[in-house]
């Protein structure tokens, strides 16, 4: 490449690029999560929140650094879904607060700005945890200055791909740095759509042919708690997801991996080859699964094989999508409980809730919540989502309740984003431990004493959501097959089987303590009510000393939520 400096327009097409190419690997990404459960994850939430800001560089009608910066930051920074998605505004935030100011970009400014991306997001961060997307962005940055210093004279193209080798080197050294990555035989989700990024971005700085446009009108940011419409079947370029274990029975060096991985490029995309004592796993996307074994049983025997036919799969899943979206569809008087009109007296105090199923929904109205923000585990809710919500509750101090763990970063970004409120996170990764936040208010008290009275009461519940596995893994020292039904609990899954009531007693049985006092239910909408009474019974039979709650929650995907407190 002959160039040695990236103008706006360059940086633009790079951007856009970057964009795309998370956007074609969301799904893929989302299979890297390390708990199989049926939730939009790191990929979706990686690319809702790029396109947030791709849209904004594609209506830009007066392209400059400066424009393209603010357009990236803005966008991206509102757009931000799930720890993920905000990590990643944060890093654009961080990259484009040095070239904004800048004509063009060269060596040293793009290393320059490398290393304030890293730093913004590592400031965002309460408790940055290595072998994640922060630790691969922190490799590539360091790369890029000892690639300078290495180098003062080095060729844009040589620097860039420079970084993108390291970020590659740092992603599968991730398993090491995280014993549960190790354990599931993942790299991190959220460092692999960091890496499509970079890698997107340099194959327009080569030139290679990429589809730079956005549709404006119809790829607009789904709703919290609506799904994203799913590509065609005829986008899906390569039809079999095909995944193995190899048990190597010959020498396997890293000249042997270079070139495996040359030969499963070459029949397909989404790759993932991982080595590690003996054993090497295998992900590639192909319209030919037998060449890939064939080419795999030169190295050993393959076991844990697994073909799933893309195109199929996504036929069924917009058939399901379709049902349950004609299900759910609100009716007009929902709608309007659930935007209600700004309320024209100024109140002292408001809630913010997120919320997911219509039983959960009233249960929080009850309690006096202001706005419901439909989302949680399906469907992660933007920052913009949050500032919206903000600007309908008419108050002085509002109380945001996330009520998921990877919702919380998101509601901290809106709280930083709002200068005429006060904005409250209350830091709540439950809806269980929501519902225990507002019970716990008292209008008596300041913001800053319910806020620490909130906190101390949520640390005292207690969790388990009873859904369905959605692929084979080994995590918590459990095998886990497709299908089964899991308890997922606050930090780790509790019980895993093959029938939900079983599962939700032993999920309980490991939640219970000697302080319980109360067990609280909730249960979904693929649950009756005669299936939720009945594990009340058994549970008020195990537990005689503990008060039994059954609350109709109308949640999907979860058939229970349960809370011990």
Not at 33 to 62: H, Q, R, Y
Not at 84 to 104: A, D, N, W, Y
Not at 350 to 376: C, H, K, N, P, Q
Not at 393 to 420: S, Y
Request: glycine residues 8%; hydrophobic residues 40%.
């Amino acid at each position: 490449m002959s160039t040695n400096t990236i103008d706006a327009s360059l940086c633009a097409r790079m951007f856009l690029a970057g964009a795309k190419k998370l956007e074609s690997n969301k799904e893929w990404i989302n299979e890297l999560n390390v708990f199989p459960v049926p939730d939009g994850d790191t990929g979706t939430n990686m690319t809702l929140t790029i396109m947030s800001a791709a849209k904004e560089v594609a209506a830009l009608e007066d392209l400059t650094m400066d424009t393209f910066a603010k357009a990236v930051s803005s966008g991206s920074l509102r757009g931000a879904r799930g720890n993920s998605g905000v990590i990643l505004s944060q890093l654009l935030r961080g990259f484009t607060k040095v070239i904004r100011s800048e004509q063009e970009i060269n060596t040293a400014v793009l290393a320059a700005s490398f290393q304030k991306a890293v730093e913004t997001a590592y400031k965002a961060v309460m408790k940055p945890k290595e072998g994640t997307i922060l630790t691969v962005a922190r490799g590539a940055a360091d790369r890029a200055i000892e690639l300078l210093e290495e180098n003062p004279d080095i060729e844009m193209e040589a620097l860039i791909a420079g970084i993108i080798v390291r970020a590659e080197e740092v992603l599968n050294q991730t398993p090491e740095m995280l014993p549960v990555l190790k354990e599931a035989g993942v790299v991190d989700s959220g460092g692999q759509g960091l890496l499509q990024v970079l890698k997107g971005a340099y194959d327009a700085f080569l030139g290679k042919e990429t589809d730079y446009g956005v549709d404006l009108a119809t790829e607009k940011t789904a709703p919290a708690g609506q799904a994203q419409t799913e590509p065609v079947e005829a986008d899906i370029k390569f039809g079999y997801c095909t995944e193995f274990i190899i048990m190597l029975e010959k020498e396997y060096t890293h000249e042997t991996e270079l070139d495996f991985k040359a030969f499963l490029e070459s029949i397909g995309d989404s790759i993932v080859v991982v080595s590690d004592d003996g054993i090497v796993k295998v992900h590639v996307h192909t319209n030919d699964p037998g060449l890939a074994i064939q080419r795999a049983l030169t190295y050993g025997s393959l076991t844990s094989m697994k073909i799933d036919n893309m195109r199929e799969e996504h036929h069924e899943k917009v058939i399901k999508e379709a049902e349950r979206q004609a299900v759910q569809a609100p009716s007009e008087d929902r709608q309007e409980k659930e935007e209600p009109a700004i309320p024209a007296e100024l109140k002292e105090t408001g809630f913010i809730s997120v919320s997911i199923g219509d039983g959960i929904a009233d249960i929080f109205r009850d309690l006096g919540v202001d706005y419901l923000i439909e989302g949680g585990q399906t469907m992660n809710p933007s920052t913009e989502d949050m500032l919206n919500a903000i600007e309908k509750v008419n108050a002085k101090n509002i109380f945001i309740l996330p009520n998921n763990k990877n919702i919380i970063l998101a509601a901290n970004q809106a709280r930083d984003l709002t200068e005429d409120k006060n904005i409250i996170v209350v830091p709540t990764k439950t809806v269980p431990q929501g519902i225990t936040a507002v019970i716990n208010y008292v209008p008596e008290k300041s913001p800053e004493e319910n806020a620490a009275v909130m906190e101390e009461e949520i640390a005292r519940v207690k969790t388990g959501q009873l859904t369905y596995a959605v692929r084979d893994t080994h995590i918590d020292d459990k095998t886990i097959q497709a299908g089964d039904i899991m308890g997922v609990g606050d930090h780790s899954i509790l019980a895993v089987g093959k029938d939900i009531l079983p599962v939700a007693e032993e999920t309980v049985a490991l939640m219970v303590g000697e302080e319980t006092e109360l067990i609280s239910i909730y249960y979904g909408e693929d649950i009756n009510e005669n299936e939720a009474s009945e594990l009340r019974e058994k549970i008020e039979a195990q537990y005689p000393e503990c008060d039994v709650e059954l609350n109709y929650g109308g949640q999907p995907i979860y058939y229970y939520i349960i809370s011990a407190e």
